[in-house]
């Protein structure tokens, strides 16, 4: 079969042929027909992701069909020759606070999804909710797990919390929004680009502003009538000490990234006064994946699809995530 594979830090991803894995006992082969890039990817490409083992197949979301089971496949699992996407999360483990030390992301070290055919274990292959195509069913994995999770295990987002989502553009920050605002929540947004705010908007955000506008934070607090339950943020850094002006009292800020580095100056007296919880989070259990499909498929969401490329031009796609403009996830179609 074809692979895309990264043979060392700081060089493209090259097409490769590699062997067709075989299922084992308890695994599901699946033909994948798309596959979704992030950050992640571009993250071990730059050699800026912990415990790098290469050569590897990147990619940790993927849409296909099931090809062919192993043996002792569970009674209940997806058919031959269903639709079905991946859980990316392997092996969680037992503790539904945190994830156990083994717990790995799929697509680094394990081969991920950048290829013709992947080989699980029956537990990661779901069923495809009919509503979606292979392209948008490839981009719901990790960000919508993402977004679930921090949005309602961790910060238990209700129907009619003000909610602010930051950097909407991505994927994860594009998904959170639309699950709070399916669950009823007042959804606001910020970005650094008028499209994006604008594109937000039509998929159910109240309003939102750039974050470089001049004191934005009182501006936004205006537009929206009052200061935000719950904050969801993934870029940490300086940005984040307006966060805490932007929460109500006793609100909750959570984070699942920090592209822009290390939480500098956060005055304990702004966090302690407003009573404020900031919680970390990141990807979710097998229990959020079920519950974050539920909800996807009940409210019939489709995530944002910025780009497809063909898997021949994974480096291009690649390059493209990287300049930071999409809106949506960059997708990747196989055969």
Known sequence: MQALQLDAINQP??????PTPTPAAGEILVRLRAAALNHRDVFIQQGKYAGIKLPCTLGSDGAGEVAAHGENVPADAPAVGARVLINPGLRWGDNPRAQARDFVVLGMPDPGT???????????????????????????????LTAYRAAFTRAQVQPGERVLVT?????????AAQLCAARGAEVWVTSSSDE???????????GGISYHAENWVKTLVQQAGGTFDVIIDSAGGAAFGPLLDA??????????????????DVPPAKVFWKQLSILGSTMG???????????VTEKGIVPGVDKVFPLAEGEAAL?????????GKVVLKIG
Request: charged share 15%; net charge positive; hydrophobic share 50%.
């Open 196 to 206: 994006k705010l604008a594109r937000a908007q039509q998929l159910g955000a109240r």
């Open 247 to 264: 929460a109500a009292p006793g609100g909750r800020i959570v984070f699942f990234g920090g592209t822009l580095g290390n939480i500098p």
């Open 13 to 18: 991803i090259a097409v490769r042929d590699v």
């Open 167 to 175: 950097g909407v553009g991505g994927g994860v920050a594009l998904l």
């Open 285 to 295: 259990t097998g229990q959020d994946f079920e519950d974050m499909l539920a909800l």
């Open 319 to 327: 390059r493209h995530l990287a300049a930071g403009a999409q809106f």
């Open 114 to 144: 950048f290829a013709e055919y992947i080989s699980l274990p029956a537990q990661y292959i779901r069923p495809l909710p009919a509503h979606l195509s292979f392209e948008q069913g490839a981009a719901l994995p990790l960000a919508g």
